[in-house]
């Protein structure tokens, strides 16, 4: 299935190198109008994007630095003259290249392309730096915590808009229990009355024991979407505990004050 | 299963978010652009969006706008294709409305824990 993603990503390629080089033939005769300099910049993030995609960190790295140019060029940073668009032309002939010499099998030589990566970098006013660019390795694993089991206690208390942000606390809580044994306790307290409940408001907050292998980077990243939008805490505790302390319950339903749900 | 719809001007994306998460049991709608996207959604609900951002036509940003501001997809989870380096634009499609992100590349197993964190 990988080769046919390929296939279909060199086909895609040609198509947008071609888009490229119209455009910035345009750009060179003095068209450089904002849907031009667009098109441009999407050819070259799109190829971008799928080389990241295969592991292709030549081709990323080089159409990083091509793309931000570009994306220069797109704000108003830069004004394209007939000297900058000559060299995003030649970018885009080492792009060709290297898009080439992968569908091959080739390997690209280290320097392919280095003059002009200078020439780009010189018209973006920055050293050869390389800030910003895309690591390496676009799968990379975590190795800031060495694997080991650990138990950890979480409260984790979304603020009540969460919902209408198309986050679900219930579905955090499920991704979370994929990360080892998992016990939840629901802290209802902060229920209104029934009828003054208003669907799209979470009153809810949690206590969660994890027992888990990940590391912490992996079970901070469970909430990176309400990061902003809650109260989260976290400690690793020393031996696995029951989820037995007590929680302070002010429920004003008939309800059970706390629910395990999970 | 979901349905999610994925908006993309990349084919290559497009073929590897939809032949993944068709692998996985989602219900798959597709789009190529914000335009594209806004015409399919009227006619299907989806469950998820996931958008790039770059696009012609309707870019990824201006879509989440639209969307948001449709009774139907104002909770809906939207999700954004982006990069690490992207955090501006990370905070602009925060600030549009979106609900999170997809850093591209991803693996398989990556896409799917994410829209699982979403949409169960």
Same mark, same amino acid.
């Given at each position: 299935m990988q080769d046919q993603f390929k296939q279909t990503y060199f086909e895609e390629c040609d198509d947008r190198i071609q888009e490229a080089e119209d455009g910035l033939s345009q750009m060179l005769d003095g068209e450089a109008s904002s849907d031009i300099v667009d098109q441009v910049f999407r050819a070259i993030h799109s190829i971008k994007g799928g080389a990241g995609a295969f592991a292709f960190t030549q081709i990323v790295a080089f159409s990083h630095e091509f793309e931000t140019v570009l994306d220069d060029v797109r704000e108003g940073k830069l004004i394209p003259d007939r000297t900058m668009c000559t060299v995003f032309l030649r970018a885009n002939d080492v792009v060709a290249?290297?898009?080439?010499? =992968? %569908?091959?099998?080739?390997?690209i030589p280290d320097d392919l392309g280095a003059d002009i990566l200078v020439e780009l970098q010189a018209i973006a006013g920055r050293s050869g730096d390389s800030e910003g660019a895309p690591q390496d390795n676009p799968i990379s694993s975590r190795e800031d915590d060495a694997?080991?089991?650990?138990?950890? +206690?979480? /409260?984790? @208390?979304? /603020?009540?808009?969460?919902?209408? #942000?198309?986050?679900?606390?219930?579905?955090?809580? %499920?991704?979370?229990? +994929?990360?080892?044994?998992?016990?939840? !306790?629901?802290?209802?307290?902060?229920?209104?009355?029934?009828?003054?409940?208003?669907? =799209?408001?979470?009153?809810? #907050?949690?206590?969660? #024991?994890?027992?888990?292998? /990940?590391?912490? @980077? +992996?079970?901070?990243?469970?909430?990176?979407?309400?990061?902003?939008?809650?109260?989260? !805490?976290?400690?690793?505790?020393?031996? *696995?505990? =029951?989820?037995?302390?007590?929680?302070?319950?002010? @429920?004003? #339903?008939? !309800?059970? *004050?706390? !629910?395990?749900?999970? | 299963m979901p349905t999610v719809i994925t908006v993309d001007d990349s084919r290559t994306i497009w073929d590897m978010v939809s032949y993944t998460l068709k692998e996985a049991g989602y219900n798959i709608l597709e789009a190529e652009d914000g335009v594209q996207a806004l015409t399919v959604l009227e006619a299907q609900k989806a469950d998820v969006i996931i958008t790039d951002l770059n696009m012609p036509n309707m870019d990824g940003i201006t879509l989440i706008k639209e969307l948001r501001a449709l009774p139907t997809y104002r909770a809906t989870p939207?999700?954004?294709?982006?990069?690490?380096?992207?955090?501006?634009?990370?905070?602009? $499609?925060?600030?549009? $409305?979106?609900? $999170?992100?997809?850093?591209?590349?991803?693996?398989?197993?990556?896409?799917i824990a994410v829209i699982k964190k979403v949409a169960g």
């Amino acid at each position: 299935m990988q080769d046919q993603f390929k296939q279909t990503y060199f086909e895609e390629c040609d198509d947008r190198i071609q888009e490229a080089e119209d455009g910035l033939s345009q750009m060179l005769d003095g068209e450089a109008s904002s849907d031009i300099v667009d098109q441009v910049f999407r050819a070259i993030h799109s190829i971008k994007g799928g080389a990241g995609a295969f592991a292709f960190t030549q081709i990323v790295a080089f159409s990083h630095e091509f793309e931000t140019v570009l994306d220069d060029v797109r704000e108003g940073k830069l004004i394209p003259d007939r000297t900058m668009c000559t060299v995003f032309l030649r970018a885009n002939d080492v792009v060709a290249d290297m898009l080439s010499r =992968e %569908q091959r099998g080739e390997a690209i030589p280290d320097d392919l392309g280095a003059d002009i990566l200078v020439e780009l970098q010189a018209i973006a006013g920055r050293s050869g730096d390389s800030e910003g660019a895309p690591q390496d390795n676009p799968i990379s694993s975590r190795e800031d915590d060495a694997p080991s089991m650990d138990t950890w +206690d979480i /409260h984790f @208390a979304p /603020h009540p808009y969460v919902l209408t #942000t198309g986050n679900e606390p219930l579905y955090i809580l %499920q991704a979370l229990a +994929d990360l080892g044994d998992c016990e939840v !306790q629901a802290d209802l307290s902060g229920l209104p009355d029934l009828a003054d409940i208003d669907p =799209e408001t979470c009153y809810t #907050t949690w206590r969660i #024991t994890l027992k888990t292998d /990940h590391a912490e @980077a +992996d079970i901070r990243e469970v909430f990176d979407f309400v990061e902003d939008m809650c109260d989260l !805490q976290m400690t690793r505790v020393e031996e *696995p505990k =029951e989820v037995a302390e007590p929680i302070e319950i002010k @429920a004003k #339903t008939k !309800q059970e *004050p706390t !629910q395990k749900i999970m | 299963m979901p349905t999610v719809i994925t908006v993309d001007d990349s084919r290559t994306i497009w073929d590897m978010v939809s032949y993944t998460l068709k692998e996985a049991g989602y219900n798959i709608l597709e789009a190529e652009d914000g335009v594209q996207a806004l015409t399919v959604l009227e006619a299907q609900k989806a469950d998820v969006i996931i958008t790039d951002l770059n696009m012609p036509n309707m870019d990824g940003i201006t879509l989440i706008k639209e969307l948001r501001a449709l009774p139907t997809y104002r909770a809906t989870p939207i999700l954004m294709l982006t990069t690490e380096a992207d955090e501006a634009k990370k905070t602009a $499609g925060r600030e549009a $409305g979106a609900t $999170g992100w997809i850093v591209k590349p991803f693996n398989p197993e990556k896409l799917i824990a994410v829209i699982k964190k979403v949409a169960g």
